[in-house]
């Protein structure tokens, strides 16, 4: 069994920063993806950014320069460093983790529970 437990949103003005945090615990796959994904009302779930097992990361256009997403020490944490936010930037921001496929068991998506991100104008 696989838990991701987000924490840190909240409410800020434009120009603010927030740090999220999520942590995993469970069947954590040598290699994987940790990454942070946001829906917006009315709006699907899209991707933030991810780092791998490997330290790659990615960053949606959007938050490039403005985001950083880093993995903990103990490499079952994830965290968003959130500067320069935006009103758009509004959103539920979810964890997720991504546990590659082995030779024995499919790739398989795990998701926390959101925590709200809200910047007001």
């Known amino acids: 069994q696989v838990q991701l437990v987000e924490s840190g949103g909240g409410l800020v003005q434009a120009g603010g920063s927030l740090r999220l945090s999520c942590v995993v615990s469970?069947?954590?796959?040598?290699?994987?993806?940790l990454g942070w994904y946001r829906q917006a009302p009315g709006k699907q779930r899209t991707m933030v950014a991810t780092?791998?097992?490997?330290?790659?990361?990615d960053y949606v256009d959007s938050v490039k320069g403005r985001f950083t997403i880093s993995r903990g020490n103990a490499r079952n944490t994830v965290y968003l460093q959130m500067n320069s936010l935006k009103p758009e930037d509004t959103a539920v921001y979810y964890c997720?983790?991504?546990?590659?496929?082995?030779?024995?068991?499919?790739?398989?998506?795990?998701w926390g529970q959101g925590t709200q991100v809200t910047v007001s104008s």
């Open positions: 997720n983790l991504y546990n590659w496929r082995t030779s024995t068991t499919p790739g398989t998506d795990y």
């Open positions: 469970g069947n954590i796959f040598t290699s994987n993806t």
């Open positions: 780092i791998t097992s490997g330290g790659r990361t």
